[in-house]
């Protein structure tokens, strides 16, 4: 009596597998990131980075999480294998976000978008695995140095990553983080010189600093446009809202 219980559970088991039986024994795909992975260290240095489909439990997970939690980086967490996804770079977030709405609902993604000259709303089509991906150059290293034309010193930068999202979320915040991502001023490493020497700056060194955070590889999300109404044609940004995951 005693193994009872057992021998039930046993028993669903293999009834929960049978039904399951023909869903695909491996649908993760091995990726290949556009920063290729120059400035990571992989908990596993030798293996692929791996990406499945988004399951129910996931999708569940996207609805249900704490207004101070990112849904969508709890869900590439989930479905990624082989990286930290709080110490990547937002190019490569954006390029995992495409292909885990690609993988885990199909290449079309139908949305609509507002002509620029007749204001008309048209529907949409865009194939995700058609946009354009740039792959990073040699230039892509960290710390990058950057020579402030100002005041003409060298400065170290370490690039802003998917966890500082909530420091650049705040515009005011974000300026008064900077230094937080200079390593060296002119070979000095002290925070609290780089502090203020960071608040003495002219602002054209300021935005020279802001500039190299940016990355100029990744996927494209301009998408050439043409209106069903007026026939105005024009590249638009392609609207990622928190719709991108409800295919309803």
């Known amino acids: 009596m005693l193994d009872q219980p057992n021998q039930n559970n046993e028993q669903q088991q293999e009834i929960i597998n049978n039904i399951l039986s023909d869903i695909p024994s491996d649908t993760a795909i091995e990726i290949t990131l556009p920063s290729e992975c120059r400035i990571y260290k992989l908990p596993d240095p030798e293996g692929p980075i791996t990406l499945r489909p988004m399951t129910f439990e996931d999708e ?8 101070n939690e990112d849904p969508i980086n709890l869900i590439l967490q989930r479905c990624v294998t082989n ?3 709080q110490e990547i770079l937002s190019a490569d977030k954006l390029y995992l976000i495409m292909k885990l709405r690609e993988l885990s609902y199909g290449d079309d993604y139908n949305t609509s978008i507002v002509c620029p000259s007749c204001k008309k709303d048209n529907n949409v089509v865009i194939k995700l695995s058609q946009l354009a991906v ?11 140095e950057v020579v402030l034309p100002v005041i003409n010193k060298k400065v170290k930068l370490k690039l802003p990553r998917v966890r500082h999202e909530t420091i650049f979320a705040d515009k005011d915040k974000g300026l008064n983080q900077i230094w937080r991502f200079v390593t060296e001023i002119e070979g000095h490493d002290d925070k ?3 502090a203020e020497v960071i608040k003495k700056l002219p602002l054209k060194d300021v935005k020279t600093i802001l500039k190299h955070f940016k990355t100029d590889f990744g996927v494209k999300t301009q998408i050439k446009f043409v209106c069903n109404s007026c ?9 990622i809202n928190a719709n991108f995951f409800d295919v309803n």
Request: hydrophobic share 40%; net charge negative.
């Open 83 to 85: 990286l930290n996804i």
């Open 134 to 144: 740039t792959a990073a150059d040699d230039s892509l290293v960290e710390p990058k």
């Open 192 to 194: 609290t010189i780089i």
């Open 60 to 67: 569940k997970m996207l609805l249900s999480s704490q207004n």
């Open 231 to 239: 026939g105005g044609a024009s590249v638009r940004e392609m609207p």
